[in-house]
Structure formats: structure tokens, C-alpha cells
């Protein structure tokens, strides 16, 4: 497609300069109807005053034509300026890829991806709203919609001031929920996972889209993160070893990530959330068998996983800033404050992402981790390490696993066996400029629930 459309603009361009050029031997060859007259004299005229008359009519003649001349090449300027804003309105709405793996298919339309945002309480949502609408190329390619539960009104306000540049929807069950009585202070989870069931079946089966991308009221996207999501669709839907992609990186913060390296993507066995994308194909599969609660955590059950993975960046496409929630803040004063938010736009959907087709990225992977050089904890903490690595620190159990995570200052928690950011049972970060794995031994082959 990219190839006919460049062949098209040559074509164009070379049939402007050819007319131009036959234009312009027409206006010198013309003969001029004020010369022809001139040509036969004024009875009593003499030479001398004819000659000057010939002179003052070629004159005439060359400032006619370089009039016209000049008006016809404006003329063809507005027509090839008309030519360029067609093709880059083309282009921008998603008609133009650069080659890459299970890109959509030619002459298509492009997927429509719409942006579901999970609201409750938090007024703060106009963060969120104002940022995903700064950063949208396009509102018909990415209708954002709005699901508010809790009944507040002064969010529902909130919401509602953006007009037509949102749908906003309401969760109609805000009754309470009959929880066991060592779970009545998770009645807040309860109600999420209530409210996510209700907010995707609407998206999915009301609105019938073919995919969506769940923001939470708390996240700030980066200004590539609409970019970043419509180059990883086709991705999604053609490799069924995957089956999200998410913007989040649990390790992302500042000094723990490559800030050279915002085009990095990863594989990643951990799910995610934090501003992620599913397909209605996953959806018909979750929905019936969806938990009363905590949802995210069960997602990362390996019923739910399946041995598939998520696509997760070296760089966070985005920023919690939600500090109060039914979580209290669990980690994110150590941890989720910290994150680096990306802010160089990368144009994703111009690269060649087959790395990450699961046979390649797994070789590539393998080489990468277990030919680098081994080392300790204590080597790495030392700074007599030279080089920017990489560098292999090798785990065996739980316990070392999280003793070795903490020293280096990355998450060490584990669900259903998997470490957070974990790809194979590896974690990948920046250790003061330096390249760590964070690995089990060479043979890896699955993950063990009870190490959880």
C-alpha cells in the first residue's frame, strides 16, 4: 500500500513539472495580438517610433506572461498543497504503516480502538480526561468512554462538562454486596470487580467494539500512548500466545529503566493493568467465569493466563497519580510515585516489531540472558563492575528471589508464581546504568503457583 501511494505522489509530481513546462513554452510562442497590430503601423508613423513601439510591446507582451505564468503556477501550487493535506490526513488516520508483522489488512478501515475510563469518586479524573484528549489524534478512531459507578456527584459533573468529546455511561447497580464477613472490608474490591464486568459487557456487547483500552480514573498517559496501542493491535489479534498489551511497567521507575531506549518493548508472563488492552475474543472467554473480586489478581491466575503473555514497554506509556483508593496506597509511596512517564513520542507504528513474535523473542531472549556474565548481589552494589553489562544475578527460591529484589530495589512480590515485569522468570532493570537479569538457573521451565 505504502509503496503504490509513493508511486502515485512521483507520478503527480512529475505531470505538475511537465504541464508547468508546456505552459510555459506556450505563453513565449503565443502570438501577441497587440504586436500584430503594432506590426502594421499607425499611418504617418516613422521607424523610429515604430522600432520604440516594438520594443515597449515586447516588453508588454513578457510582463503579460510572467503575470500569467505566475498566476497558473499559484494555481497549481493550491492543487498539489490539496494533494499533500489528503495524503497526510490519510496517513495520520492510520492508513499508512511502515512494514511490519499482522499489520491491518490493505484497504481496510482502521480499528476503531476505543479508550474505556473506570471512575468512581475521584473529581481528579479531569487529569486523566484532559491528558488522553490532549494527546488523541483522532476522536472517531478513539471515542473515549466513560464509566462512572459510586453515584458522586460532583465527578459525574466533572465528566459530563466534556460534552460531546466523551460518552459517559453509568453503572446502574450501586447497592451493596453480600460479602463473607472476613471480607467486609474488601467491599470496595467487590464493587470494582461488579463495576469492570459491567463497564467491558457494555463496551463489548452494547457498543459492540472488536477491542478496547481500560484506563483507570488515576492514570496520566503519555503522549505517545495512543501509538503506541494501534501499533500493537494487529499483534494481539494474530499471536495467540498473547493476550493483552499493556503501557505499564512495574520496574519503571526513574534510574531503573534506559531513558535511551523508549522504543524497548518486552514480553512479559506478569499481568499488568494499568492501562491495558483487551480484545472481544478475550472477553467471550473471561465474562462468564468473571470474579465477584479482585479481578487483577485473578487474571494472573494461571486458569486465566494460560501460559500467554502481555506486550509491556522499558517505559511507562503511563503515570498513576492515585494515591487514596481501596488499595490505601499499597506501594505507591515506595514504588508507583516513582515511575518514569514517558515523554519522547516514538512512532511505533512505523517500526518493524516482529521481534516480538514469540519464536524470535524467545531465542534473542535466551542468548541475551544466559550468555551474560554471572555475578552477585554485592558485585553489582560494589560499583567495580565495568561496563554497562548485562549482567546475570541468579536466583533458586522464593526467598532469595525476594532478598536479591529488595537489595537491588525492585518489586519482590510474586502471583501465582510470577514476579512482577517477569518474563521466563526474569526480571529486567537498570542497576546504577547497568543492564540486570534478575534470573532463575539455565532449563527454566515453568512457574510454581506456591511460590506465591
Known sequence: MLRKKSSLIICGAFIFLAWNVILIFVFLRRPS??????????????????????????????MRVADAFEAELDSQRK????????????????????????????????????????????????????????????????????????????????IASYGSQLTHIKQPDLSDISVPSQHKKFQGYYKISRHYRWALSQVFNTF????????????????????????????????????????????????FVDPGKASLLYRTDFFPGLGWMLTKDLWAELE???????????????????????????????????????????????????????????????????????????????????GASVVTVEDLQSGKLSGSGPFRVQYSSPDSFKTFARNLGVMDDLKSGVPRAGYRGVITFLFRGKRVYLAPPAGWSQYDPSWS
Open 33 to 62: 495580438t497587440q504586436g500584430s497590430q503594432d506590426s502594421h503601423g499607425e499611418p504617418g508613423n516613422t521607424g523610429d517610433t515604430a522600432g520604440g513601439g516594438k520594443f515597449g510591446n515586447i516588453m508588454n507582451e513578457v
Open 288 to 370: 462468564p467465569k468473571w470474579p465477584a473480586s479482585f479481578w487483577d489478581d485473578w487474571m494472573r491466575h494461571p486458569d486465566q493466563r494460560r501460559d500467554r503473555s502481555c506486550i509491556r514497554p522499558e517505559i511507562s506509556r503511563t503515570l498513576t497519580f492515585g494515591r487514596k483508593g481501596v488499595s490505601l496506597g499499597q506501594f505507591y509511596d515506595k514504588y508507583l510515585r516513582f515511575i518514569k512517564l514517558n515523554s519522547e513520542f516514538v512512532p511505533f507504528t512505523k517500526m518493524d516489531l516482529s521481534y516480538l513474535e514469540k519464536k524470535k523473542y524467545d531465542e534473542s531472549f535466551e542468548k541475551e540472558v544466559y
Open 208 to 255: 459492540s467494539y472488536s477491542t478496547v483500552v481500560v484506563v483507570e480514573d488515576d492514570l496520566e498517559v503519555a503522549p505517545d500512548f495512543f501509538e503506541y496501542f494501534r501499533s500493537l493491535h494487529p499483534i494481539l489479534k494474530s499471536d495467540p500466545t498473547l493476550w493483552c498489551v499493556s503501557a505499564w511497567n512495574d520496574n519503571g521507575r526513574e534510574g
Open 79 to 158: 492543487i498539489l498543497l490539496q494533494i499533500q493535506n489528503q495524503w497526510s490526513v490519510w496517513e495520520n488516520k492510520g492508513g499508512v504503516t511502515a512494514a511490519k508483522p499482522n499489520s491491518e489488512v490493505e484497504h481496510s478501515p482502521p480499528v476503531v480502538i476505543p479508550i474505556l475510563v473506570i471512575a468512581c469518586n475521584r473529581v481528579t479524573v479531569k487529569r486523566c480526561l484532559d491528558k488522553l484528549i490532549e494527546h488523541r489524534p483522532s476522536a472517531e478512531l478513539y471515542p473515549i468512554i466513560v464509566s462512572q459507578d459510586c453515584g458522586h456527584a460532583e465527578t459525574s459533573d466533572v
